[in-house]
């Protein structure tokens, strides 16, 4: 029997665009027809296809229960029919008997040639197809269309948009090909009208409102996603406000309902909640029983974070159950369960809680799989784990690397999941990540008040090509500064636990308005570092620098003995300016520069005018106590480092510095930090002093409130009327640096009140500290002259007051669309008169 093509083939298309009409639903009679004769006696002779176009026979007969030779059998025809329509590759199969042969007729599915998408504007193309399953070279079927219908659709409704229609069309293509064409009409915006609550009496709506994800539509809302409707919202927000009033004693709490409504333009939706508050409960006695050895009930009870006659906070409970999960573990116990029994009395509105401490069952780690790193490679994850596939589970450990692998810093979200097996003494561990762009191009700008713009521009990639690898190259100009590095760190050096890192960097730098003296430095480092500890680390480093320090050339005019005649002379118009030759008014006068020898009261800073090669070796110490390494809200950490110059080379000081710093967080919102810091440098052997360009400098980012360099030791020349003796002018000079400095910070985050989606946080902070300890030679003798432009008194003499500086504000950050802005506002506490201070400093960067 030869099968008919070409009138099989048109008698099919109508079959398939019936079936996409009707679901897909085939013709069963033929294998009802089928049945009728299937009793008849004899064997299959051959099996016949009908039909195919793209699917060979053969692999259509693959699928068939029966073959050639086998008696003709219907319960095995109905379970080949059946089992051919489960591949999805036909939309219509019969099976008929002819003889002693059976013909099988199929009609194809057709294949999807392109899925295309029109009318989308709101979700791009690359959303929807992230969707739908629908794909080239995929078979078509109206099921899967209309699963493809729905998904999109939802995902509209999450937007916000109740009133998108999405309406396949099919253009049919040579070959049974067919273009799969989704017309989508978005409609507007469903968005929330308004929010209201009923019930509520102890929080007013404005409160509430402010605490749940949902939020009005309104015009200052336009970076915000949450003013458009999503009934799943509706269901975290219940929960937001169910916690909300539990963590303010309202055991009793609960949402009767959240209805939202929509209104009758059809464009917006009233939300209502209807809540029921309850009475307000404390706690009441706070046990903790236990059978374990080596745990004390007493001891746990007083580790608990709450106490008899606290406002009850349901989270407290969970802070308890993980503070005596924790110290069960460091008591050796791996494997605890801690069951909260809570008896509240609604007479005396106490709540009473039990904790009880018992050994849990013993569970190991079966797997361990990482889950949502796209760039980042496994390896670099799994070395960060604390624990192993086959350790014994241990919480302490889980959350420790959890915080490890956040202070990466290559990914938003670390979230450590549990999954018991089927015998339940295995758990599988699901690490899943959220990954976050690591490279960062970023640009600063800073104002000073002395009118200093600088720039900056630095390229970053923390997780280069997903190995966990870093480099970076860093451009910066400024009317101070022209810097250029390069660095690239290897976290794993040789494969162990061992960071290694080479720097390399070129700066020139113009200080004349701050210490006169320029300087141009370049050279070569080399750095290593491994755990000492968990939370300890050591490292080693070496730098060869090559610095080349130029003071100012500035001209005064002096006397034949070397005493200064005049520092400054004043045109007609009375502004002065730097003196000339012209300016001489004597044959007892010579014009010289400042650092000239025949200056008596040559500055102490010019001997640092040289060229120097220094080989600096040192090491530093970290360790990290703190509880997150993002958002520590309690904790503490330490650094200290020292570094010697003189193995070699023409320099020869000994360098420590220290800080540490502890956090602790007071509320969800406020959390309170305090660093202290502090730094000392001094000479040995040949060399008396240290350089200018050794020093410490404080002020600009180091010291909010004060310019750079802008506070320590700094020679002046003050200026005073010779009839009354009152000073009349104050000139600040160069800064000189220090070879000591000591400073403390403290920052306090604060709500401001905006939408946190904003991206907008806030911080208090005061910094208060001093720069000072300068040695003899480095001081010089005051001078006193009488200036021959004014005729008033002046001496010119060096500050080393290293008395306390503070100062005080607020500091804004904003993580923009375009990159995360800084914004601090200072207001100076203490200072000398001759500091110089900066009220506004200002930076940007922005992530790729």
Same mark, same amino acid.
């Given at each position: 029997?030869?099968?008919?093509?070409?009138?099989?083939?048109?008698?099919?298309?109508?079959?398939?665009?019936?079936?996409?009409?009707?679901?897909?639903?085939?013709?069963?009679?033929?294998?009802? !027809?089928?049945?009728?004769?299937?009793?008849?006696?004899?064997?299959? /002779? @051959?099996?016949?296809?009908?039909?195919?176009?793209?699917?060979? *026979?053969? +692999?259509?007969?693959?699928?068939?229960?029966?073959?050639?030779?086998?008696?003709?059998?219907?319960?095995?025809?109905?379970?080949?029919?059946?089992?051919?329509? *489960?591949?999805?590759?036909?939309?219509?199969?019969?099976?008929?008997?002819?003889?002693?042969?059976?013909?099988?007729?199929?009609?194809?599915?057709?294949?999807?040639?392109?899925?295309?998408?029109?009318?989308?504007?709101?979700?791009?193309?690359?959303?929807?197809?992230?969707?739908?399953?629908?794909?080239?070279? @995929?078979?078509?079927?109206?099921?899967?269309?209309?699963?493809?219908?729905?998904?999109?659709?939802?995902?509209?409704?999450?937007?916000?948009?109740? @009133?998108?229609?999405?309406?396949?069309?099919?253009?049919?293509?040579?070959?049974?090909?067919?273009?799969?064409?989704?017309?989508?009409?978005?409609?507007?915006?469903?968005?929330?009208?308004?929010?209201?609550?009923?019930?509520?009496?102890?929080?007013?709506? *404005?409160?509430? /409102?402010?605490?749940?994800?949902?939020?009005?539509?309104?015009?200052?809302?336009?970076?915000?996603?949450?003013?458009?409707?999503?009934?799943?919202?509706?269901?975290?927000?219940?929960?937001?406000?169910?916690?909300?009033?539990?963590?303010?004693?309202?055991?009793?709490?609960?949402?009767?309902?959240?209805?939202?409504?929509?209104?009758?333009?059809?464009?917006?939706?009233?939300?209502?909640?209807?809540?029921?508050?309850?009475?307000?409960?404390?706690?009441?006695?706070?046990?903790?029983?236990?059978?374990?050895?080596?745990?004390?009930?007493?001891?746990?009870?007083?580790?608990?974070?709450?106490?008899?006659?606290?406002?009850? $906070?349901?989270?407290?409970?969970?802070?308890?159950?993980?503070?005596?999960?924790?110290?069960?573990?460091?008591?050796?116990?791996?494997?605890? =369960?801690?069951?909260?029994?809570?008896?509240?009395?609604?007479?005396?509105?106490?709540?009473?809680?039990?904790?009880?401490?018992?050994?849990?069952?013993?569970?190991?780690?079966?797997?361990?799989?990482?889950?949502?790193?796209?760039? +980042?490679?496994?390896?670099?994850?799994?070395?960060?784990?604390?624990?192993?596939?086959?350790?014994?589970?241990?919480?302490?450990?889980?959350?420790?690397?959890?915080? /490890?692998?956040?202070?990466?810093?290559?990914?938003?979200?670390?979230?450590?999941?549990?999954?018991?097996?089927?015998?339940?003494?295995?758990?599988?561990?699901?690490?899943?990540?959220?990954?976050?762009?690591?490279?960062?191009? !970023?640009? @600063?700008?800073?104002?000073?008040?002395?009118?200093?713009?600088?720039?900056?521009?630095?390229?970053?990639?923390?997780?280069?090509?997903?190995?966990?690898?870093?480099?970076?190259?860093?451009?910066?100009?400024?009317?101070?500064?022209?810097?250029?590095?390069?660095?690239?760190?290897?976290?794993?050096?040789?494969?162990?636990?061992?960071?290694?890192?080479?720097?390399?960097?070129?700066?020139?730098?113009?200080?004349?308005?701050?210490?006169?003296?320029?300087?141009?430095?370049?050279?070569?480092?080399?750095?290593?570092?491994?755990?000492?500890?968990?939370?300890?680390?050591?490292?080693?480093?070496?730098?060869?620098?090559?610095?080349?320090?130029?003071?100012?050339? %500035?001209?005064?005019?002096?006397?034949?003995?070397?005493?200064?005649?005049?520092?400054?002379?004043?045109?007609?118009?009375?502004?002065?300016?730097?003196?000339?030759?012209?300016?001489?008014?004597?044959?007892?006068?010579?014009?010289?520069?400042?650092?000239?020898?025949?200056?008596?009261?040559?500055?102490?800073?010019?001997?640092?005018?040289?060229?120097?090669?220094?080989?600096?070796?040192?090491?530093?110490?970290?360790?990290?106590?703190?509880?997150?390494?993002?958002?520590? +809200?309690?904790?503490?950490?330490?650094?200290?480092?020292?570094?010697?110059?003189?193995?070699?080379? =023409?320099?020869?000081?000994?360098?420590?510095?220290?800080?540490?710093?502890?956090?602790?967080?007071?509320?969800?919102?406020?959390?309170?930090?305090?660093?202290?810091?502090?730094?000392?440098?001094?000479?040995?052997?040949?060399?008396?002093?240290?350089?200018?360009?050794? $020093?410490?400098?404080?002020?600009?980012?180091?010291? %909010?409130?004060?310019?750079?360099?802008? &506070?320590?030791?700094?020679?002046?020349?003050?200026?005073?009327?010779?009839?009354?003796?009152?000073?009349?002018?104050?000139?600040?000079?160069?800064?000189?640096?220090?070879?000591?400095?000591?400073?403390?910070?403290?920052?306090?985050?604060?709500?401001?009140?905006?939408?946190?989606?904003?991206?907008?946080?806030?911080?208090?902070?005061?910094?208060?500290?001093?720069?000072?300890? &300068?040695?003899?030679?480095?001081?010089?003798?005051?001078?006193?002259?009488?200036?021959?432009?004014?005729?008033?008194?002046?001496?010119?003499?060096?500050?080393?007051?290293?008395?306390?500086?503070?100062? *005080?504000?607020?500091?804004?950050?904003?993580?923009?669309?375009?990159?995360?802005? /800084?914004?601090?506002?200072?207001?100076?506490?203490?200072?000398?008169?001759?500091?110089?201070?900066?009220?506004?400093?200002?930076?940007?960067? +922005?992530?790729?």
């Amino acid at each position: 029997m030869k099968p008919h093509f070409s009138a099989f083939s048109a008698y099919g298309r109508f079959r398939f665009w019936l079936s996409i009409v009707l679901g897909g639903c085939a013709t069963m009679a033929p294998a009802a !027809a089928f049945a009728q004769t299937a009793e008849q006696a004899g064997a299959i /002779r @051959s099996i016949l296809v009908e039909g195919n176009q793209r699917i060979e *026979a053969r +692999t259509i007969q693959s699928y068939l229960l029966f073959s050639p030779g086998d008696p003709f059998d219907s319960g095995k025809i109905d379970l080949s029919l059946k089992t051919l329509f *489960a591949t999805g590759l036909f939309s219509d199969i019969a099976i008929d008997r002819s003889g002693d042969d059976v013909v099988v007729r199929v009609v194809e599915n057709p294949m999807v040639n392109r899925v295309i998408f029109e009318g989308n504007k709101a979700l791009k193309e690359d959303k929807l197809k992230e969707e739908i399953q629908l794909a080239p070279r @995929s078979s078509l079927t109206s099921a899967r269309v209309m699963q493809d219908v729905n998904r999109m659709m939802e995902m509209y409704r999450r937007a916000g948009r109740f @009133s998108a229609k999405i309406t396949p069309q099919y253009k049919p293509l040579p070959q049974n090909r067919v273009d799969v064409i989704f017309v989508i009409e978005e409609g507007p915006t469903t968005g929330v009208r308004s929010v209201s609550f009923l019930g509520n009496n102890v929080f007013s709506d *404005a409160r509430l /409102r402010s605490e749940i994800v949902t939020k009005q539509s309104r015009l200052w809302n336009f970076f915000s996603s949450n003013d458009n409707y999503d009934s799943s919202r509706l269901e975290y927000d219940r929960e937001v406000l169910r916690k909300l009033y539990q963590d303010n004693g309202y055991y009793d709490f609960r949402v009767i309902s959240a209805v939202a409504e929509m209104t009758p333009d059809e464009k917006d939706f009233f939300i209502t909640f209807s809540i029921e508050e309850g009475e307000q409960y404390s706690f009441g006695d706070i046990k903790v029983e236990t059978s374990l050895s080596k745990l004390d009930a007493g001891m746990l009870t007083n580790l608990t974070p709450v106490h008899s006659g606290q406002l009850y $906070r349901g989270q407290a409970i969970e802070q308890t159950i993980d503070a005596l999960t924790y110290a069960a573990g460091v008591a050796g116990y791996a494997f605890v =369960d801690i069951r909260p029994i809570v008896v509240a009395d609604p007479e005396t509105r106490k709540i009473d809680i039990t904790f009880v401490v018992d050994e849990g069952p013993r569970v190991y780690i079966n797997r361990i799989n990482i889950i949502g790193n796209t760039a +980042t490679l496994d390896r670099v994850i799994r070395r960060e784990m604390r624990v192993s596939e086959g350790n014994a589970f241990n919480r302490v450990l889980i959350d420790r690397s959890r915080n /490890r692998i956040r202070a990466l810093g290559f990914f938003k979200d670390v979230t450590i999941e549990e999954t018991p097996t089927a015998d339940g003494e295995r758990t599988d561990i699901n690490v899943k990540v959220e990954e976050q762009s690591t490279g960062e191009l !970023a640009f @600063s700008a800073g104002y000073s008040s002395s009118e200093n713009l600088q720039f900056d521009v630095s390229m970053t990639q923390a997780n280069l090509l997903g190995t966990g690898r870093s480099a970076s190259l860093r451009l910066a100009t400024s009317s101070l500064q022209q810097t250029a590095t390069l660095n690239f760190t290897e976290p794993r050096f040789l494969d162990r636990s061992l960071s290694a890192g080479i720097q390399s960097w070129l700066t020139r730098s113009d200080y004349t308005d701050y210490s006169s003296y320029e300087a141009v430095s370049y050279g070569i480092g080399a750095s290593m570092g491994f755990p000492l500890t968990d939370r300890t680390q050591l490292g080693l480093r070496y730098r060869l620098q090559y610095d080349n320090v130029d003071y100012a050339d %500035r001209n005064i005019i002096i006397d034949r003995d070397g005493n200064l005649v005049a520092s400054s002379v004043r045109d007609a118009d009375g502004v002065a300016r730097a003196p000339q030759a012209s300016d001489i008014t004597s044959n007892d006068q010579l014009l010289v520069d400042v650092c000239d020898v025949r200056y008596l009261f040559r500055d102490s800073t010019c001997s640092s005018e040289a060229d120097a090669l220094s080989s600096v070796v040192g090491y530093y110490l970290n360790w990290d106590g703190r509880n997150d390494p993002i958002e520590p +809200t309690r904790g503490m950490e330490f650094q200290f480092s020292q570094e010697v110059a003189g193995l070699g080379g =023409d320099v020869q000081t000994f360098k420590s510095e220290a800080s540490a710093a502890t956090y602790y967080g007071l509320t969800k919102s406020l959390r309170a930090s305090l660093r202290l810091s502090a730094g000392f440098i001094e000479p040995w052997g040949d060399d008396n002093t240290v350089r200018i360009n050794n $020093r410490f400098f404080r002020g600009g980012s180091s010291f %909010r409130g004060f310019d750079v360099a802008g &506070l320590g030791p700094r020679q002046v020349v003050r200026m005073y009327d010779p009839d009354t003796g009152e000073e009349v002018s104050l000139t600040r000079g160069s800064a000189l640096g220090g070879n000591a400095y000591y400073q403390a910070t403290a920052e306090l985050t604060v709500p401001n009140f905006l939408p946190e989606e904003y991206g907008i946080k806030s911080a208090l902070f005061i910094d208060a500290g001093g720069l000072g300890s &300068l040695y003899d030679q480095d001081v010089t003798d005051p001078v006193e002259y009488t200036d021959s432009s004014t005729g008033y008194d002046a001496i010119q003499y060096t500050e080393t007051d290293p008395s306390l500086r503070a100062s *005080a504000g607020i500091s804004f950050m904003w993580d923009s669309p375009f990159g995360p802005l /800084r914004f601090d506002f200072a207001h100076i506490l203490k200072s000398e008169d001759y500091d110089r201070t900066q009220s506004f400093r200002f930076s940007t960067s +922005t992530r790729f």
